[in-house]
């Protein structure tokens, strides 16, 4: 008994100096071999990974040993807890093989939770996870939120008006400068003092050498507004004036007038320009009328959806057309006659199921080398799965047929074609019609995702204004998304509901 | 008169449905198939239609081989004999009209019927069917808006429409509740005597085989193990029946008989 117990703890002693060398040997040397092997595995890919983690945290260093110290200086937490949790496991792993020699199955603890937590600290840095960032940088998403969420700013305009004079300024300055311009009682009028002058310079550290200062005099302007600075040079180049970086925008006081200085700006002239050049000075307003516009991302947006929803429509009906003809090769009741239709049942069924797992994503990508971006390509793209998703559907239909009543038909003395017509026509109506409403429910549906990369339709606009940061259209297009694929859905279901 | 000689039906399977079965049925009798479920009765019943292919043996009707013809010349045996089911193979989704005039594609022009066109007299007939066993206000509701008793019955109608000389109904009231059995068959029993049309019918109860039969087959394994007269059946006793359809048999009760009426 003693000996046997001696023995025993040898045994035990044995696989845990096993597991210390090899972590999971003991335990595949003591028969568990799936519990061995998985620990193998495990502490094995845990290493390499964090090597790997080490050498891109320090992959500047000239070795292994400098990477390590540089990571452990970026990221302390991670790189000790996962040192601790390797040997944590480690130690564990001989102690598992110890014990589930000595006391058999039941005995030991598990250690493929520590497994667990050491691989959920390894994910959490291998996807830069960092709650930290996300609580702090929260009010930077808010803005674009707010804007997706509620677009419709964007959508519509105020009409704008603009009324404008201008004056002329000779530079440099020479004989005969131009005269104050001539003034139309009522309207909108400038002039300048004086009415010549040196442009800004650039010297030869490219520092700006600031040019003549001129005082501009409006009147006539409406009242208590907004007026922007324009200048345009010879060559009829306008552009808004900046001083110092920003533009330069007054305000008319109650009688409609403003005085503003300026400094006359920087103008790089091409050599057939030189000499002496009249300039213009131009005061801009622009004010509301009241009459309302639709912008440009709402007008598009609604050309787009429908564009969309007739992507959908064409893509379910050449679907259609195509899945009909290959459902009835499709289905088993009908070819299960030899082995010759048994064999093109088997080979039609893997082919849509092959089609069927192709993600139309990737269709859409195929036919956006094959015929170019734009809807043609969504369209491809969807008419291919909805052929695969359809004919599967489609063939589901042909077989769950009743029997009966193409038993009762037959029986009357009808014909093959009465037969169709009258015992399995009206039997597969209701789902084909039920099947089909779907499909285009899923294509429009799946059409705003295709557009995505570059099959055309609302998603092509959407990715647009994404690209531009333009988070109110992007919005507008996300709620007319939303919008249709509810009304949609419910048309769908509407349909489906009564023809079933 | 119906002849079937030395049927025999051997399914793909190996599985042997019908051995060698031989008897007669004159005109205007009420047979009975009884037998033990997969006896072979509904092969049997189909196989004279030729819904089912024989493997061998003669059918002759009326002095006519149906094995021997061909598909024209079977449709047009077809449209004379009705066809009753147990599970009434009804179009479903299809109005009780559109199913009843199902029975008269036989005799219309193939491509009118393709487009549901039906001759005005057709229509008339399908309605007076309807009139017949009693649903004529159900026209024009979807088949399957209707009971089980009602669906039967307009099976029925689409084997009058036929005009037919012989009906064929496999466990016509298998479905049904004993007082719906006796509604049902009652309109067979009515179509037998007043127009002598030949029924073909297998049946599950004894009283029922009582009641309505006149001459009564009992099959079982595929072959015919019993022939009895309208007088043999009515003298036989519960024991002698469970012999040849075997212990499932049963007697409808007679107090349901007497109990409640058919709604609707
Ligand atoms: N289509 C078929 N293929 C193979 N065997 C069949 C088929 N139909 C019926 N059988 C077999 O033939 C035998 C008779 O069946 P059936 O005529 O339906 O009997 P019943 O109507 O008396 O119940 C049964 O053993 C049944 O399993
Ligand atoms: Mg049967």
New binding site residues.
């Given amino acids: 008994m003693a000996e046997t117990k001696g023995k025993n703890t040898g045994r035990s002693l044995l696989h845990a100096l096993f597991s210390l060398i090899l972590p999971g040997l003991g335990q595949i040397i003591l028969g568990e071999i799936q519990r061995g092997i998985i620990l193998m595995s495990s502490i094995v890919s845990m290493g390499l990974i964090f090597i790997w983690r080490i050498e891109l945290a320090g992959r500047h260093e000239p070795n292994f040993l400098d990477a390590f110290h540089k990571s452990l200086e970026l990221k302390p937490v991670f790189i000790s807890l996962v040192i601790i949790g390797l040997i944590a496991i480690w130690i564990l792993n001989a102690l598992d093989a110890y014990l589930h020699t000595k006391k058999g199955r039941r005995g030991g603890f598990n250690i493929f939770f520590l497994v667990i937590v050491v691989f959920f600290i390894l994910g959490w840095e291998i996807s830069e996870i960092n709650p930290y960032k996300m609580i702090t940088k929260a009010p930077e998403a808010l803005t674009p939120l707010s804007r997706v969420l509620w677009p419709w700013k964007a959508a519509i305009a105020h009409k704008m008006e603009t009324v404008s004079a201008r004056a002329a300024v000779l530079s440099p300055c020479g004989e005969n400068p131009p005269g104050r311009p001539k003034e139309v009682p009522g309207k909108p009028y400038i002039y300048v003092e004086p009415t010549c002058g040196e442009l800004s310079k650039l010297d030869k550290n490219n520092k700006i050498i600031e040019g003549t200062t001129l005082t501009v005099f409006g009147k006539n302007f409406k009242p208590n507004s907004e007026v922007n600075l324009w200048w345009i040079d010879p060559i009829g180049n306008e552009f808004r004036l900046r001083q110092r970086g920003e533009y330069v925008v007054t305000k008319t006081d109650s009688q409609g007038n403003f005085k503003i200085k300026i400094i006359m700006p920087y103008r790089l002239m091409p050599p057939s320009a030189e000499g002496k050049q009249i300039h213009h000075v131009e005061a801009r307003q622009q004010t509301p009328t009241g009459a309302v516009v639709i912008n440009d991302p709402l007008k598009l947006t609604i050309s787009r959806m429908i564009e969309t929803i007739f992507m959908g429509m064409m893509a379910t009906i050449f679907g259609i057309f195509f899945a009909i003809p290959i459902s009835f090769l499709a289905a088993r009741n009908l070819m299960s006659g030899s082995w010759i239709t048994l064999t093109i049942y088997y080979m039609t069924r893997t082919v849509l199921n092959i089609v069927r797992s192709i993600e139309p994503l990737i269709w859409a990508l195929i036919a956006v080398v094959w015929v170019g971006l734009g809807p043609f390509a969504g369209i491809i793209a969807l008419s291919f799965h909805s052929v695969a998703a359809l004919g599967k559907l489609y063939s589901e239909a042909i077989e769950s047929i009743d029997p009966g009543p193409i038993e009762a038909i037959q029986a009357t003395g009808a014909t093959h074609l009465q037969t169709i017509m009258y015992a399995v026509v009206p039997q597969m109506i209701p789902p084909f019609v039920s099947f089909s409403i779907y499909r285009w429910d899923i294509n429009v549906r799946m059409s705003t995702v295709i557009g995505l990369v570059g099959g055309g339709g609302i998603g092509f606009l959407l990715v647009q204004y994404i690209r531009l940061l333009d988070y109110r259209a992007a919005g507008i297009a996300v709620w007319f998304i939303a919008l249709t694929v509810a009304m949609l859905d419910y048309v769908s279901a509407e349909i489906r509901r009564r023809f079933v | 008169m119906l002849v079937v000689e030395n049927l025999s039906k051997t ?3 190996g ?1 042997r ?1 019908l051995r060698n079965v031989s008897f007669e049925v004159k005109d205007g009798e009420f047979l009975v198939i009884i ?10 019943l189909r196989c004279i239609n030729r819904l089912i292919e024989p493997t061998e043996g003669r059918i002759l009707w009326d002095g006519e081989d149906v094995t021997a013809a061909d598909s024209a010349h079977l449709r047009e045996i077809r449209r004379k004999i009705g066809m009753i089911f147990q599970h009434f193979n009804l179009v479903k989704r299809s109005s009780v009209l559109k199913n009843v005039l199902a029975g008269r594609l036989g005799y219309t022009n193939p491509i009118w019927s393709i487009i549901n066109r039906f001759p005005t007299e057709d229509i008339e007939l399908a309605y007076e069917a309807l009139r017949q066993v009693g649903i004529e206000e159900k026209a024009d509701k979807r088949a399957d808006e209707l009971s089980g008793g009602q669906q039967q019955r307009v099976g029925i109608a689409r084997a009058l429409v036929q005009d037919p000389k012989m009906i064929l109904a496999d466990e016509p009231v298998a479905s049904l509740d004993p007082v719906l059995a006796h509604s049902i068959l009652g309109y067979l029993e009515k179509m037998n005597q007043e127009r002598k049309i030949t029924v073909l019918c ?1 049946l599950h109860y004894l009283d029922l085989v009582q009641k309505y039969a006149t001459s009564v087959i009992g ?1 079982r394994d ?1 072959q015919v193990v019993y022939r009895g007269t309208r007088e043999d059946i009515r003298r036989m006793t519960d024991r002698e029946f469970k012999d040849i359809y075997g212990e499932e048999a049963e007697r409808v009760s007679a107090g349901t008989l007497t109990g409640g009426r058919e709604n609707g």
């Avoid at chain 2, 037998?35 to 049997?44: D, E, F, I, V």
């Fill in positions: 399914y793909e399977d599985t449905a037998g033990l479920s997969g006896s072979g009765k509904s092969t049997l297998s099959l595929g």
